[in-house]
């Protein structure tokens, strides 16, 4: 079975600052990993995901991750952040070829001026 | 449009009273899955079903259920059985193993 941990709560960040969002995964076998982000109310919407290849993974809105398998982490950044960032992410994880995935509890983003 | 329809979107509970959630999509996708959403504690897969007519337990599926019978629709049943069902549901729909999931925009279910 794989997990992940989120290991931030709650970001609080100006407008325009950089903005860096944690996970750690656990796992015995190969992995897929995803982060999602959800507006209020809303369903959740795929950012970016790491199948294979390069670790440097880039995404919508100018986020990107860097998968890193002897720390199993799967950071997320956004060198310079809109308001239009607010929202809660979460990160998820499933095993190669596996139909479940698991997800991190959310790290909830509030952008301020 | 393709994409995934939960209705309602609110929805309340009388103690005792089962009640169903409804999920439809039109993107032609095999896979469809049934989150449950509460504070803090992120999404938990209560089931999933790969084709239809067959579908596996989640992590929580006790006091729930669910049923496969065309490839569009995945409804919820939330039983009498389910102590606490107060939280927000999602469904997700995708195309293989691996693959992104598109999401619902979720119902809300509270008990009266």
């Known amino acids: 079975a794989q997990s992940v941990t989120q290991l931030d709560s709650q970001v609080p960040v100006f407008e325009e600052a950089p903005v860096e969002l944690r996970c750690n995964y656990s796992?015995?076998?190969?992995?897929?990993l995803f982060w999602y982000v959800q507006y209020p109310n809303q369903g959740l919407q795929l950012l970016l995901k790491y199948l294979s290849g390069s670790t440097l993974v880039k995404g919508i809105n100018g986020f990107e991750a860097e998968f890193n398998k002897s720390q199993t982490s799967f950071h997320l950044r956004k060198p310079s952040v809109h308001i239009s960032d607010t929202a809660e992410y979460f990160c998820a994880v499933s095993g190669v070829g596996d139909y479940k995935l698991s997800f991190g509890a959310g790290t909830t983003v509030t952008v301020r001026a | 449009d393709g994409g995934i329809t939960q209705s309602p979107k609110y929805l309340f509970r009388k103690e005792g009273q089962n009640v169903t959630l409804s999920c439809e999509q039109n993107?032609?996708?095999?896979?469809m899955y049934w989150y449950r959403q509460d504070p803090g504690q992120g999404l938990r897969l209560i089931y999933y079903s790969q084709i239809v007519n067959d579908f596996q337990k989640g992590d929580i599926a006790e006091g729930y259920s669910v049923s496969r019978e065309k490839k569009e629709s995945f409804p919820l049943t939330v039983t009498s059985a389910q102590k606490n069902p107060t939280a927000f549901y999602l469904c997700a729909s995708s195309t293989n193993r691996g693959e992104k999931l598109f999401f619902g925009s979720g119902t809300q279910l509270s008990v009266l």
């Open positions: 993107l032609n996708h095999d896979a």
């Open positions: 796992s015995s076998v190969s992995v897929y």
